[in-house]
């Protein structure tokens, strides 16, 4: 079956970096996305990896293995409005997308 | 910029009863979907929708029918309401399926079959 592997819940502190992870196994990859998601609102998109490596985006930047079937999200400069949940999605080899149960991201001050 | 607008925010729905979920979206995407978000689940697609007339069934179909009458409107409706369909339901779109690019979300449903 296919499957998405994240945390359930992290907390970090305000100002702090924090790596989120994810696991995953699919039928055949076709990229992986990070969505955030904050308390009762939509999830919006935050990155997509198709190839190894890391891609930088402000504070936030996501790194993906393929041959670990392997992710994470790293955010920067921690800041309250950061608390939310933070979902991994990886697109199977029918291009459809399969979901992590989110993480949720605690940010003390 | 309006994007996905989804209707109602919140509904208690008695068992047995049905309902539409509707969704509306501006932005002339091709591909629409529906999605349930339950407590400790992954978001689950109901059904999708590649192209305006054509619809398909996702992992979670059943209980669930959909209509694409044209390229804006995507509603989604429970025939017969079950306590097990409670959950939050998020209608997104992309430019295309199959595309590997990102979901515009609404804000999503929440209803409650009693």
């Known amino acids: 079956g296919q499957n998405i592997d994240q945390p359930t819940e992290m907390t970090a502190t305000e100002g702090a970096i924090v790596q989120i992870n994810c696991t995953y196994q699919?039928?055949?990859?076709?990229?992986l996305f990070w969505y955030q998601q904050h308390a009762g609102e939509a999830p919006t998109f935050l990155s997509y990896?198709?190839l190894d490596g890391l891609e930088e985006k402000g504070r936030f930047s996501s790194f993906l293995s393929r041959s670990k079937g392997y992710s994470y999200l790293l955010l920067k400069e921690l800041q309250m409005k950061d608390s939310a949940s933070y979902l991994c999605?990886?697109?199977?080899?029918?291009?459809?997308?399969?979901w992590g149960a989110g993480t949720k991201l605690i940010i003390k001050p | 910029t309006a994007g996905i607008t989804q209707a109602p925010t919140s509904q208690i729905l008695a068992a047995g009863r049905s309902m539409t979920l509707r969704c509306t979206q501006d932005?002339?995407?091709?591909?629409m979907y529906w999605y349930r978000q339950d407590l400790g689940l992954g978001l689950r697609l109901i059904h999708y929708?590649?192209?305006?007339?054509?619809?398909g069934k996702g992992e979670v179909p059943d209980g669930y029918s959909v209509s694409r009458a044209n390229t804006d409107d995507f509603p989604l409706t429970l025939a017969s309401a079950v306590p097990s369909q409670t959950s939050v339901y998020f209608c997104?779109?992309?430019?295309?399926?199959?595309?590997?690019?990102?979901?515009?979300f609404g804000e999503g449903s929440r209803l409650t079959v009693l």
């Open positions: 997104a779109s992309s430019v295309d399926r199959g595309e590997t690019g990102e979901l515009f």
């Open positions: 932005m002339r995407h091709n591909a």
């Open positions: 929708s590649n192209t305006a007339g054509t619809t």
């Open positions: 699919t039928s055949g990859f076709n990229g």
């Open positions: 990896n198709v």
């Open positions: 999605a990886v697109m199977d080899s029918n291009y459809q997308l399969i």
